[in-house]
């Protein structure tokens, strides 16, 4: 595909790799969902280096890094700034908060209240924050990396449907082979290797691969096909709520950025099954018998995409 994104792309995965050991495929699907313009989320137990992903991708694409640690006592304004009264000029002054940055870092989301939480849904979906009946608009790029720990853990508030259905994909990060934690204690012996990480692309080079992934060209068959596969969770005995058409469209989204970052300016069905349950599992609400039974969601998009036909029409632009 003509562009610049294709030594781009290999420098910043290479970048992300230089800190994070044997886990390749969680920094492509985080940059797939940087350059369909969505936010992702981490969930996974404390320590398996979700903090040191989003770190290491900020750093890689020179953006203006923000951290919002979520805590118990964690109040909206602490979010999304606040106005203050400036006795001298006799006016209120805005304070930003930490969401007017590139990349946000939500650590631990599921740590604080569901009214702190919902403080991140207008800027993860219009890309501003209204403080006072004033609108801000976010910088571009804009991207929430949020990561929580799974909701069995004391202390955790489990994410409102609306506020999962903000995210383009949810991963985790799981555990790192027995040779790869050696290799992660070597490489932090005598310094942290994200310390050293410098950009390898800049922000304007980002906003370019952004559009071009628009450009990406998505054939009338695998629409229907990625339709299908939503209606089809819409419709199983098991799902008590199954994905809404938002869904669908981050799907779309998601597939033509990982075409872009595999060098097609189209988007196969293959594309679409080796996203659709890191898209689509976290917005199905399964029934109550259905969880007692140990099936999950992921269970439930298998058997989906092995019942849906796929398209075999060849796609020709």
């Known amino acids: 595909m003509a562009g610049i994104h294709s030594g781009a792309i290999d420098r910043i995965i290479g970048n992300i790799e230089r800190v994070m050991i044997g886990k390749t495929e969680v920094a492509k699907l985080s940059l797939i969902t940087l350059l369909a313009r969505g936010h992702v989320l981490l969930e996974d137990v404390p320590g398996v280096g979700k903090t040191m992903m989003v770190r290491a991708l900020a750093k890689s694409v020179g953006a203006d890094f923000r951290r919002i640690q979520f805590t118990p006592d964690l ?21 930003p908060g930490p969401i007017l ?4 870092l939500a650590d631990e989301i599921n740590r604080t209240s569901p009214k702190t939480q919902s403080a991140l849904l207008e800027a993860m979906e219009e890309s501003s924050v209204t403080i006072d009946g004033v609108t801000h608009q976010l910088q571009k790029p804009f991207f929430v990396m949020a990561t929580q720990n799974p909701i069995e853990y004391e202390g955790t508030y489990p994410l409102p449907e609306a506020q999962l259905d903000r995210f383009l994909l949810k991963m985790q990060m799981g555990y790192p082979t027995l040779l790869e934690e050696m290799e992660v204690l070597e490489r932090v012996q005598v310094a942290a290797p994200i310390e050293s990480l410098e950009p390898v692309v800049t922000i304007d080079e980002l906003l370019t691969m952004q559009k071009e992934v628009k450009q990406v060209y998505v054939d009338e068959t695998v629409k229907k096909y990625i339709v299908e596969l939503a209606h089809a969770t819409r419709q199983h005995a098991g799902v008590y709520l199954g994905v809404s058409p938002r869904g669908s469209i981050a799907l779309m989204r998601a ?9 097609r300016d189209y988007v196969i069905p293959d594309d679409v099954q080796y996203l659709v349950k890191a898209v689509f599992a976290h917005r199905m609400i399964l029934k109550s018998e259905t969880k007692f039974d140990g099936i999950t969601a992921e269970d439930i998009i298998e058997q989906i995409v092995s019942q849906v036909s796929v398209p075999v029409q060849r796609l020709v632009k």
């Open 75 to 95: 109040l909206p304004s602490d979010v999304t700034g606040v106005s203050i009264y400036n006795p001298k000029d006799m006016e209120f002054q805005f304070v």
């Open 101 to 104: 940055g590139n990349i946000i």
């Open 255 to 263: 597939t033509q950025s990982y075409a872009y970052i595999e060098g």
